[in-house]
Nanobody
Framework: QVQLVESGGGLVQAGGSLRLSCAAS????????MGWFRQAPGKEREFVGA????????YYVASVKGRFTISRDNAKNTVYLQMNSLKPEDTAVYYC?????????????????WGQGTQVTVSS
């Protein structure tokens, strides 16, 4: 069974940075695609970005492009979300997700496995 565990959330001032981690276990992930989503209070879950585990191809939603970077460490089975120039509107619970298909996807329904989420709060 695939398990995803996020960490690294917290409180940061606007303009600051945070790095989220997603430790994956239970499978060989070379054929997986990993995604990051976020959900703010009262809003639907929103796609943030994704990376293909094997090739490292990435895709980001327009609102974070140039500020957020997704990377992976194959040896540690860990995916990272580096968030720079944070804004109050980035405040949300951030989720790591995995889909057992090589291919970038933006819909939450395309992902089979989810972590428990980690809170990111950006103060103004």
């Amino acid at each position: 069974q695939v398990q995803l565990v996020e960490s690294g959330g917290g409180l940061v001032q606007a303009g600051g940075s945070l790095r989220l981690s997603c430790a994956a276990s239970g499978r060989t992930f070379s054929t997986y695609t990993m995604g990051w989503f976020r959900q703010a209070p009262g809003k639907e879950r929103e796609f943030v970005g994704a990376i293909t585990w094997s090739a490292g191809s990435t895709y980001y939603v327009a609102s974070v492009k140039g500020r957020f970077t997704i990377s992976r460490d194959n040896a540690k089975n860990t995916v990272y979300l580096q968030m720079n120039s944070l804004k109050p509107e980035d405040t949300a619970v951030y989720y790591c997700a995995a889909r057992a298909i090589v291919g970038l996807a933006t819909s939450a329904t395309a992902y089979n496995y989810w972590g428990q989420g980690t809170q990111v709060t950006v103060s103004s």
